[in-house]
């Protein structure tokens, strides 16, 4: 509920930050999650190593249940989107990262609280490369002697809940003792005679709630029982007015008694009678008590009243529903109330009660949404046969214009707006025209009803209406319109089932923009479009050369000579010259050149150091570090002062050693030979730790293998900082 409420504030607080920068509440929500995420253990510290009082463990508790709560409520925040998948990553790889058991305990609690809130969102094709060494990680911890068994179960809990397709458990329904026959396996005969116990105990059960009262007719049941008129409801006046001399304590007792019910005619003379017994002296007190007890005892069923008193709640439902009539008092004794008595109103009147029918105001915002809809839906097809470029706002001419007009005037809510944007683009998809101008004019439409909510329509529209002979088209007149980016579409194509639509719509969005546009739209999105064709580098280039889209990724050309320069002529100012001369300045700034280049640097140096294998010898590791200071120079006048490049050249390194199935310390020596030799900046590393992405493998496992040497340099930094400030 919480997260859904920052959700809505984060589109609709006031923004006073710049354009294109994230609205003002969600930076702030930002900052305080960081904030309580880091300082999640300070809670904690003053409750270490020493014995606790009662309310100190009360307040301990509480500190725990804050922090478990803040981590929920990050989760929550991340499956709205509100956090970035990027950020989730990290919280969970800084839970993860090793450290002492006695210190681990509350970051598992919290990695294991986070997983189960948000993990089915991370479980993505995007992100299954890294939830899956995060779950080898957990296994090992769940395994591990040296945490408490509540988090070992804990941790195998999160581990079945994905193995179960993050669908929790069922609740166990059945509760208390269970039968003797239910332990036994189902291939154990149950005794005969147990068998015949069973038979008979569920006969007497059933006769006694399925055949027995519910299935008797209501004059059955209250045959035996004598309803008295509604005048044996009202006590006679002595006893409703009397002032309690005539009655005894004993006989007050025995009214108040949870079994008492009066009798009114047959057993007057009993009643004269326990009055003088009442009346006598003490002797005869418990004498008389015990008849009283015998005699109620014997007549009580007879004497049950069926029929609610007067002021219950059933009579005045009743009278709600119907009138009821009114029943003849029975005559009281004379002589008995006063005058002033004789004249006293009665005591209780019951008042009216009027239910006025609830209005059925279930039709209008229906109405409004449909009517909302169709008026959408009528600017989008008027925008077609206008000019591409004529305005839609509210002083301008047109049929489209004038029914957005209407539209606005309803002062329709932001999530009809949002159905409107969806009901646009999906009658565009299905509708009867599917030129350019119909596609046009929708997205033109959509883009003046509210363009915040057109990604999220148009991303819904991809998952569900692919493949569509009309969706690539669609899609390009919908970038070309800035309802999406080019990034954006990339993401909703990362599973294999839609890489064929990101291509076909990159080759409409050619014809619509020219190559230079899409060129730069391209560049500006950061994709890697290779990782949307299968195989490999040479069947990349054809298959994009084919759709006329080769000109997107001009590295990949270069690669393959690349490859073949560096075979026939391996030396690093030979290598240097030829890429100065035959690569041009715009490819020379691509993070793919870069990342191709040092990838292929990093192969030669370890099959020419022979330091590819796990347990590489002393003399290998010292050729290596030689050849890797003598390439140096020339990865160095590439990267310099290009941060994008030197996070492009730390990917490399990543999938070398990848290739390599990890060996022991491999990583970790690229690592810092790019830093020590000045290849890369502290801030690439750092970069690379914070990134969340699946288009180089290896990850996580890259993680694990470098978090301590990550931490140290983090650590060295701010210490740098501080020493300056």
């Not at 309803?410 to 646009?424: E, S």
């Amino acid at each position: 509920m919480y997260a859904q409420l920052c959700k809505r504030l984060s589109e609709e607080a006031p923004n006073f930050e710049p354009p294109g920068q994230p609205c003002t509440f969600k930076l702030l929500l930002l900052n305080k999650c960081r904030t309580e995420f880091e300082n999640r253990a300070q809670a904690f510290a003053a409750f270490e190593d020493k014995a606790l009082s009662p309310d100190e463990e009360e307040k301990r508790h509480l500190a725990k249940c804050k922090m478990l709560g803040n981590i929920k409520f990050i989760g929550e925040l991340g499956k709205l989107e509100i956090l970035a998948e990027s950020i989730l990553h990290r919280c969970i790889q800084n839970l993860l990262a090793r450290r002492a058991a006695a210190e681990h305990h509350e970051d598992l609690e919290c990695l294991a609280q986070l997983v189960r809130t948000c993990g089915r969102v991370l479980d993505s094709e995007r992100g299954r490369g890294l939830m899956d060494q995060y779950f080898a990680r957990i296994e090992t911890l769940s395994a591990s002697r040296e945490l408490a068994p509540r988090i070992r179960f804990m941790l195998r809990d999160v581990v079945e809940l994905r193995r179960g397709g993050w669908v929790p458990r069922a609740a166990v329904t059945a509760e208390g003792p269970v039968p003797i026959h239910q332990l036994r396996h189902d291939d154990e005969p149950m005794p005969r005679r147990e068998r015949e116990r069973d038979r008979e105990r569920d006969r007497e059960r059933d006769s006694l709630f399925r055949g027995g009262l519910r299935s008797r007719p209501l004059d059955d049941v209250l045959a035996g029982l004598s309803l008295q008129p509604a005048a044996a409801l009202v006590p006679p006046p002595d006893k409703l007015f009397g002032n309690g001399f005539g009655a005894s304590r004993d006989g007050f007792r025995q009214r108040s008694a949870p079994g008492y019910y009066p009798r009114q005619s047959n057993n007057m003379h009993y009643n004269k009678h326990s009055q003088t017994n009442a009346q006598g002296n003490g002797s005869k007190e418990s004498g008389s008590r015990a008849a009283k007890s015998r005699v109620y005892a014997a007549g009580a069923l007879q004497d049950v009243q069926m029929r609610p008193a007067a002021n219950s709640l059933m009579f005045t439902a009743n009278k709600l529903s119907k009138p009821q009539p009114q029943l003849p008092l029975a005559p009281v004794q004379q002589n008995v109330l006063t005058p002033a008595f004789a004249s006293t109103p009665p005591m209780m009147k019951e008042s009216a009660i009027t239910i006025k029918p609830a209005t059925d105001k279930k039709d209008k915002p229906k109405k409004d949404k449909e009517e909302a809809c169709r008026l959408a839906i009528e600017a989008a097809e008027a925008a077609a046969d206008e000019e591409p470029g004529a305005a839609l706002d509210d002083a301008a001419p047109g049929a489209a214009a004038a029914a957005l007009r209407r539209l606005r005037a309803l002062q329709a809510p932001d999530k009809v707006l949002r159905r409107c944007v969806g009901a646009v683009l999906e009658r565009a998809l299905q509708g009867p025209r599917g030129d350019a101008a119909a596609l046009g004019g929708a997205c033109r439409v959509a883009r003046a009803l509210k363009r915040q909510a057109a990604p999220d329509a148009l991303r819904a529209l991809v998952l569900s209406a692919h493949p569509h002979a009309r969706l690539a088209r669609l899609v390009a007149h919908a970038l070309e319109h800035k309802l999406a980016t080019l990034a954006e579409l990339g993401a909703w194509c990362e599973a294999a089932a839609l890489h064929a639509l990101m291509l076909e719509a990159l080759q409409e969005l050619l014809e619509l923009v020219g190559a230079e546009r899409l060129r730069a739209l391209y560049d500006e999105s950061k994709l890697n479009l290779c990782a949307y064709v299968s195989g490999g580098a040479g069947g990349a280039l054809e298959a994009l050369e084919a759709r006329g889209l080769a000109g997107l990724v001009p590295q990949l050309r270069v690669q393959a000579q690349l490859a073949r320069q560096l075979a026939a002529e391996p030396a690093p100012h030979a290598l240097y010259r030829w890429i100065k001369a035959n690569v041009e300045p715009a490819v020379r700034q691509n993070g793919a050149f870069v990342s191709a280049l040092v990838a292929l640097v990093a192969e030669h140096v370890t099959e020419a150091a022979g330091s590819g294998a796990a347990g590489a010898d002393k003399a290998a590791l010292e050729r290596e570090k030689g050849l890797v200071e003598a390439y140096a120079p020339l990865l160095t006048a590439l990267l310099e002062g290009q941060p994008d490049l030197q996070l492009a050249a730390v990917y490399a390194v990543q999938v070398h050693a990848h290739h390599h199935r990890y060996p022991k310390g491999m990583l970790l020596r690229w690592f810092m030979y790019l830093y020590n030799l000045e290849v890369c900046e502290e801030d690439a590393f750092l970069r690379w730790r914070e990134d969340v992405t699946d288009a180089y493998p290896g990850k996580g496992e890259a993680l694990f293998q470098v978090n301590t040497w990550l931490t140290w340099l983090q650590q060295q930094e701010s210490e740098d900082e501080e020493a300056e400030d």
